[in-house]
């Protein structure tokens, strides 16, 4: 029988669906976080359940061929990366095997065989993140950027290796200088959170002439009983005065926001409200050429090099079949649809290229951004609606004000589709429909209902998130005919 804090030798048999190893001890399952599968381990059980227990690896006594150095000091407490001691061929395979996994076990798919999973170069596996959330915690002495450990507990760190080193500095320096400043109080018991900053947001953002630039948003809350408008002045006035040290402490610094955020009142609920101090009120990105417009308080996507796979890949996919080369288009320019598109970063090199594109998203945020940047960008053929996908009928009236389109791109955030609109999708039935996934696990469970009308023609991978067991997926349905 197992219990909490014994040690024991184990095999690590094979990998689980995230990454962690599996081994057996007395016919009861073990789940190794950081074991590699063929190696021989010593493990700390952590946590016994009824049909499998927790353990952590302690020492390695015959490390497996994929078992490389965490290039991280935190990697044995951060919840961030969970893959770093693996080599990078070692993560790309199994990325590879657990989305086939997935598609079997959850959705009773095959995928296409030889499905191809891109990657970043190995150089560009580290420093790839263009945007980090930090939360402000007490190391006993100071307030300090942290990042969630793997039980969910803020810890301090020093520098997070997925992100250029100067996103760090940034954060650190704002909490000193609010600290000094007066408006964060002295830090109190190590682990603590100050009142009224929950987190802060280093993103990246293009300067005018090309260079990196970086912007950090705080985000605020009033305490019971507080109210908004004197706290978030109280912090813009901070703000204001340390923006010399803070350009000082991190010379790419382009801007600093506030963002209140909603909560109760008396009247129902607040909505957030967002205050820009300095800077401009959009963020720059740039992927594969384009200059796009970036909400600051919105998604966009973080890595932006491999973003620009993808944006190549629907290109390419969507042009092949729907803009032949030569022929003529009788109806004129197909119409797509981009839901869940957020500030267009499909749909205005799609419009570019020769659709007309409807971009649809619930942010107005990031459909603002997107207007900014086609205006800049010349692009005429890009519309940007708001509209809650998932209200049932919400696709069936963009349908009849717009017309079907010749195919839709869905890029719905980790939950997947709503059953309504998954509903909608098979009733109007698009000859053509390309996923774009950031969970495997919920892409299955769509696949699946997708594969009673299309049939998934191409799946392609693409390593966003390297060091951690995600996975972006862009999938090609094509209806079944008759
Ligand atoms: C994974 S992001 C994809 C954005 C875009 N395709 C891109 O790659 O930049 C998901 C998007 O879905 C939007 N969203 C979330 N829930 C939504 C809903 N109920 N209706 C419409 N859009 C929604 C978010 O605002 C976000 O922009």
């Known amino acids: 029988m197992l219990e909490p804090g014994a040690v024991l030798p184990v095999?690590?048999?094979?990998?689980?669906?995230?990454?962690?190893?599996?081994?057996?001890?007395?016919?009861?399952?073990?789940?190794v976080r950081r074991g590699v599968a063929g190696e021989a381990v010593r493990v700390r059980v952590e946590r016994v359940h009824a049909k499998y227990a927790l353990a952590r690896v302690v020492s390695v006594e015959q490390a497996a061929a994929d078992r490389v150095e965490p290039p991280?000091?935190?990697?044995?407490?951060?919840?961030?990366?969970?893959?770093?001691?693996?080599?990078?061929?070692?993560?790309?395979?199994?990325?590879?095997?657990?989305?086939?996994?997935?598609?079997?076990?959850?959705?009773?798919?095959?995928?296409?065989?030889?499905?191809?999973?891109?990657?970043?170069?190995?150089?560009?596996?580290?420093?790839?993140?263009?945007?980090?959330?930090?939360?402000?915690?007490?190391?006993?002495?100071?307030?300090?950027?942290?990042?969630?450990?793997?039980?969910?507990?803020a810890m301090p760190i020093g520098e997070c290796l997925l992100a250029p080193p100067y996103y760090s500095t940034l954060a650190l320096a704002a909490l000193e200088n609010l600290t000094d400043a007066g408006v964060l109080p002295p830090p109190s018991a190590a682990g603590s959170a100050p009142p009224n900053l929950i987190r802060l947001t280093v993103q990246g953002t293009e300067k005018s002439d090309g260079s990196p630039g970086v912007s950090l948003l705080l985000h605020l809350k009033a305490g019971p009983g507080e109210k908004p408008a004197p706290l978030l002045r109280r912090y813009a006035e901070a703000v204001s005065a340390s923006w010399p040290g803070l350009r000082a402490a991190v010379p790419q610094t382009e801007g600093v926001a506030l963002l209140m955020g909603g909560g109760e009142s008396r009247g129902g609920r607040r909505k957030p409200r967002l205050e820009v101090v300095r800077g401009g009120n959009l963020l720059r990105k740039r992927v594969a050429g384009w200059l796009y417009g970036a909400p600051l308080n919105g998604f966009f996507q973080v890595n932006l090099a491999m973003a620009s796979r993808i944006t190549a890949h629907l290109a390419e996919v969507l042009e092949s079949r729907l803009l032949p080369p030569g022929k003529d288009l009788p109806g004129g320019a197909p119409l797509l649809f981009d839901l869940y598109g957020g500030a267009g970063l499909f749909a205005l090199p799609l419009a570019a290229s020769g659709f007309r594109v409807l971009c649809?998203?619930?942010d107005k945020w990031a459909l603002?951004?997107?207007?900014?940047?086609?205006?800049?960008?010349?692009?005429?053929?890009?519309?940007?609606?708001?509209?809650?996908?998932?209200?049932?009928?919400?696709?069936?009236?963009?349908?009849?004000?717009?017309?079907?389109?010749?195919?839709?791109?869905?890029?719905?955030?980790?939950?997947?589709?709503?059953?309504?609109?998954?509903?909608?999708?098979?009733?109007?039935?698009?000859p053509l429909l390309v996923y774009v996934s950031c969970d495997g696990g919920t892409f299955a469970r769509d696949a699946a209902?997708?594969?009673?009308?299309?049939?998934?023609?191409?799946?392609?991978?693409?390593?966003?998130f390297p060091h951690t067991h995600h996975l972006?997926?862009?999938?090609v349905f094509e209806r079944r005919e008759g």
């Not at 690590?12 to 190893?21: D, K, P, T, Y």
């Not at 809650?388 to 589709?417: C, F, K, Q, S, Y």
């Not at 972006?472 to 999938?475: D, L, S, V």
């Open 11 to 31: 095999r690590v048999e094979r990998f689980a669906a995230l990454g962690r190893g599996v081994a057996r001890v007395d016919g009861q399952a073990l789940l």
């Open 72 to 153: 991280c000091p935190h990697f044995d407490t951060c919840g961030g990366c969970d893959w770093q001691h693996l080599s990078m061929p070692a993560q790309a395979a199994l990325k590879r095997t657990v989305l086939n996994e997935q598609l079997a076990r959850i959705g009773g798919l095959q995928p296409p065989e030889d499905w191809l999973l891109e990657s970043a170069p190995p150089e560009d596996s580290l420093a790839y993140r263009d945007k980090l959330e930090f939360v402000p915690v007490s190391d006993g002495a100071a307030w300090r950027p942290g990042l969630h450990g793997e039980e969910g507990f």
């Open 360 to 362: 649809v998203d619930s």
């Open 368 to 430: 603002r951004a997107g207007e900014d940047t086609a205006r800049a960008t010349g692009v005429e053929r890009c519309r940007f609606h708001r509209r809650n996908l998932e209200n049932p009928g919400a696709l069936a009236a963009l349908i009849r004000r717009e017309g079907a389109p010749a195919a839709m791109i869905v890029d719905p955030p980790r939950r997947g589709l709503a059953p309504s609109l998954l509903a909608d999708i098979l009733q109007a039935s698009p």
């Open 449 to 464: 209902r997708l594969c009673e009308s299309y049939r998934m023609t191409s799946l392609r991978g693409f390593d966003l």
């Open 472 to 475: 972006e997926i862009a999938a």
